[in-house]
């Protein structure tokens, strides 16, 4: 049969044809790495599936099981937005599962229909055009002020807030959502699986004169946020920015118009998350784990911010895959496929305790691997058995001989246990890469 793989750059598909038979071998093989019990074990219902015991942060404690426990009534399938959110809204406190057919467009009508009456863009360049305004001062008056308004009536529409008990699948190989921003909040036990997911544009950026030297245009928007939230699994999702990569993007006062903001972002306290077998895609600021370096931003978050990521292919990224502030993170058996663009992979940030092994990278002849980490701030991080291009590489080694200014120490002070199965980091490349993504759950 015919299937395709991510292979360098997110934008480009090679198609793969492989036998029958080993589709199938691979197909149970995924099923026992991702659950770590046998495949007549598992319920084949995709929305009845729950995350294996030992499976990451999200499986400690009382574990996630999300909506499985669904009564008949509480099983809905939708393929519009409008379904989409009155799904989420039904059932009151309810275990709920939540099946979506397709691609629902969370922003179908345009960005003109969130628009404020008088809000003009032509008038907003040039009210705040530099030559004008300069760069001492951030902008105000009457176009900022509607800006902002139209702002908030794009936040109103593309965002959806998904309760506690609740597991969203997509059906099939091309399920998932465009424009949208997914909200898992303060709540507890939630399954996300199975969904293609196109960063949502911001249709009204800010111009921020005072943000660097010349200015820049700063976003909202992230495909999906967990705030508060415990014991979340995301899992064979795929992250990208579809037709609307930053290099299709304009650039006004000498700077690109940005209109993404990231690709997931796992904040305020949330705690007990497992990320695993997703494609993070052609993006640039992918995955931040804790918002601020902030005191009260520390009061909330130390203690917390328990993520692991496993399995996931990041290709096509510029940074933070992710960023960490404060949690421990494991990340293992992760394929980081790079090109010219690419910043860095992991940002070593305040009080960060990252474990990173069995991972590997492929990176082009013009990046060093001394650019796989980042250091923010100094938080020492633990990363034994990774491959770079085939080669065992210390990497924090190469970062301090690469880069001596942001010298990192070695040993993260804790030793993960809640793996379910570590692939040699010599076949993550392979594995992952068939693996990974929307589509690819048997």
Known sequence: MNTQIWHGHAATWRAVTVRRAAALIGCTALVLAATGATAEARPRELGRQTLAAGDGWASDGTGTTGGSAAAAAQVSTVATWAEFKAALAAGGGAPKIIKVRGTIDANASGCDSFAAPGYDFDRYLADYDPAV????????????????????NQDTAIKAYVPAN??????GRNAGFKGASLQIKDVDNVIVRNLTFESPL??????????????????EYDSAVVYGATHVWLDHDTFTDGDHPDSSLPAYYGRIYQQHDGELDIVKGADHVTVSWNV?????????IGNSDSASTAAVDRGHLKVTLHHNLF???VERAPRVRFGQVDSYNNHFVADAGYGYSYGIGMESQLVAEHNAFTLPASVGAGKILKKWKEAPLTAADNYVNGVLTDLIAVHNAEIPAETLQSGAGWTPVLRTK??????VARIVDHGAGAGRIC
């Open 133 to 152: 305004w300069g760069y001492d001062q951030v902008v105000s008056g009457e176009q900022e002020d509607l800006r902002a308004a139209s702002a908030v």
């Open 166 to 171: 609740t597991t969203i699948v997509g059906l």
């Open 202 to 219: 911001d249709c009204f950026p800010q111009w921020d004169p005072t943000d660097g030297d010349t200015g820049n245009w700063n976003s």
């Open 280 to 288: 993070f895609a052609d993006h640039d600021k992918t995955i931040l």
């Open 315 to 317: 290709t096509g990224l």
């Open 422 to 427: 570590v692939d040699p980091a010599r076949a």
